[in-house]
């Protein structure tokens, strides 16, 4: 067994793997982050049988916490594979935060939080606008500190999907792309390492400000949304909402009352900004 | 190392041993913990011991984990006896949430799924009507599960509420029809205790009856280490001359008295529970269960290959007779392939 660790803002993690290369990418992607002694979670990359080692390679996702039914990946999508299992752990596992499915952008000490089903667009955002101004903090869970109320970095890995690939090409700097997996379970993905004030910065939490629901697509608009739809959309984008009892509702309350929330239609990212910085500038 | 098990027995039997332990022992441990669904149990043995803080943060996390499963569990079970609320006869809990509704040490920080019950067989129809009733829906839709479930099983086909996404499993006595040993179902409902909220527990030598027969007389010893720590703590909490007699006399009226004296020996062994002389009889395939019960790697990955195929092999000869386990393999062979 192969072994990787790394520490993503609070949580740690140890990847084994039977093959060495998903772990290479790994460590020359997450080079700038620290190591921990000991991890939070383990997760294994196994062949899904002994022939499935040698021949049509195909990594099993297992670890401390697994579904199912997860479908295997070809070998040459074990950084995929590692990086869902990864984020599998933090779903079903985490319980140190109130953990909600969505991205963050820092300024000011103030964080904008943007959920959204997928497809809306709330990681491209969070990346584009981590590359313009903002410090990124996460595309993929926001951590609801449970006594402060602050949003807690947890800025893992860009996973880029489809046109969002080309469009941060033209902005982020070389050499801080992963290899392009085209046609998987998810689309075209590529890896891009955070920006690196994101990485630097990692352990530093942030007052939630604005909470966006983004939708990509359409024509220019804002429109309100009620508090008490507000909350019930977040504790669909919480996995831990229910398993934290009466911590997660006294959290997600406080949320819901203290941060302005708006949901905002756009049709690219120039619209997207000028709507947030709009936003920003009445509410935050 | 493919004896890593060991690591977690020794935590669990002597907590303040841990102060030993390197950054990659603890690794292990919690790992080994974890897949062996006993870390909200070690959460609770090092309670107030110095440990790293990493170690800290994550058991805090189980500590969590376990309150809200005992928390899911005494709501599910009470959505149950609300289902329920019209069937005259008792409705006995069982496992880990028996123990945590009862308040005993076997349930402090224990992992808790499903909910099981126990029920009079010739009750069956109306207790799964009322279930279904209340939103309960069959799981399997496959015909030759669901007659095999009614002919030879000791439960009816799992069902899920539809809902809340939990599973119910409805006993009518504690092994497969099958399966050689018959116990004597009537008695563990009639000797069965009523807690405060209408609901009842098995009694005590019942209960350990029930989980020794569980780990010994029919799965493949999967979460072993757990069924017996359940032993350990039960023992503990029981323990005195009356109990040692009852148990051994109850065990004998059931038919289980092999399992339990190997449930005994070997908590025994593993953990440390004090037991009386004449049940320290070793018996010498007792080796091979130690060895199946703690072979985990330090990645948690189950070891021995060998062993665990021969206890899988094991599991499905104590269920059913010869023939009729030729005929179960061909039929699920049938549909696989």
Redesign the interface.
């Known amino acids: 067994m192969h072994e990787f660790r790394v520490q993503v803002g609070p949580a740690a993690f140890r990847i084994g793997s039977q093959w060495k290369r998903p772990l290479d990418q790994l460590a020359e992607l997450y080079r700038d982050y620290p190591v921990p002694a000991i991890p939070d979670y383990t997760v294994r990359l196994e062949p899904v049988s002994l022939l499935r080692r040698f021949v049509r390679q195909s990594v099993a996702i297992n670890g401390d916490y697994m579904l199912p039914d997860a479908a295997p990946l070809p070998l040459a999508q074990g950084l995929l594979a590692a990086e869902m299992a990864m984020n599998l752990q933090m779903a079903l596992g985490w319980r140190r935060h109130l953990l909600l499915h969505a991205s963050a952008v820092e300024k000011d000490g103030k964080a904008l939080i943007m959920t959204g089903q997928s497809g809306s667009g709330k990681s491209t955002l969070a990346a584009m606008l981590g590359h313009r101004g903002w410090r990124f903090m996460g595309d993929e869970f926001v951590l609801v500190d449970l006594d402060s109320g602050d949003a807690v970095p947890f800025p893992r890995l860009i996973s880029l999907k489809n046109q969002a690939i080309g469009a941060m090409l033209a902005t982020a700097l070389d050499g801080r792309f992963g290899p392009l997996m085209p046609a998987t379970p998810k689309g075209d993905i590529r890896h891009l390492v955070p920006p690196s004030d994101a990485i630097a910065h990692m352990a530093r939490p942030a007052k939630p400000a604005l909470l966006l629901f983004p939708s990509f697509g359409f024509d220019p608009a804002v429109r309100d949304v009620a508090p008490s739809e507000v909350f019930m959309r977040l504790t669909q984008a919480s996995t831990n909402y229910v398993a934290l009892g009466e911590r997660g509702f006294t959290t997600l309350t406080r949320f819901v009352q203290t941060v302005p929330a708006r949901a905002i239609d756009y049709r690219d990212g120039i619209e997207a900004e000028a709507l947030v910085n709009q936003l920003w500038a009445e509410c935050a | 190392m493919t004896h890593d098990g060991m690591i977690l027995v020794d935590a669990l039997r002597d907590p303040s041993g841990t102060a030993r332990l390197d950054?990659a022992g603890?690794?292990a441990l919690?790992?080994i913990a974890?897949?062996e669904q006993l870390l909200g149990t070690l959460a609770r043995r090092l309670s107030g011991l110095p440990v790293?803080d990493?170690?800290s943060?994550?058991l805090?996390?189980a500590r969590?984990?376990a309150?809200?499963q005992r928390?899911s569990a005494l709501w599910e079970a009470d959505c149950a006896r609300r289902a329920l609320v019209d069937y005259s006869g008792k409705v006995v809990l069982m496992k880990g949430t028996a123990y945590v509704a009862a308040g005993l040490k076997a349930g402090e920080g224990r992992h808790i799924g499903d909910l099981d019950i126990m029920v009079a067989q010739c009750d069956l129809p109306q207790v799964e009507t009322a279930l279904l009733k209340a939103g309960w829906e069959w799981v399997k839709d496959d015909a030759y599960d669901d007659a095999y479930y009614r002919d030879h099983m000791h439960e009816l086909p799992p069902l899920i509420h539809k809902e809340r996404d939990r599973m119910i499993d409805v006993h009518h006595t504690i092994l497969p029809l099958t399966a050689r040993p018959r116990p004597d179902a009537a008695a563990m409902l009639a000797d069965a205790a009523c807690l405060a909220n209408g609901l009842y527990v098995l009694s005590p030598a019942d209960m350990l009856i029930h989980s020794a027969a569980h780990l010994f007389a029919d799965g493949e010893l999967d979460g072993g280490l757990r069924n017996l720590w359940d032993i350990h703590c039960l023992i503990d909490e029981w323990a005195d001359d009356v109990f040692w007699a009852e148990l051994a006399r109850r065990a004998a009226q059931h038919q289980l008295l092999a399992p339990v004296e190997r449930a005994v020996r070997l908590s025994h062994r593993l953990y440390g529970t004090e037991i009386p002389d004449p049940w320290r009889r070793w018996h010498r395939q007792d080796k091979h269960y130690v060895r199946r019960l703690i072979a985990r790697d330090n990645?948690?990955?189950g070891t021995h290959k060998f062993t665990r195929l021969i206890f899988y092999i094991r599991s499905h000869w104590l269920r059913m007779p010869p023939m009729m386990l030729a005929r179960h393999l061909w039929v699920k062979w049938r549909k696989s392939a």
């Open positions: 950054p603890w690794t919690l790992t974890r897949v790293p990493a170690v943060d994550i805090a996390e969590v984990n309150e809200y928390r990645w948690g990955r």
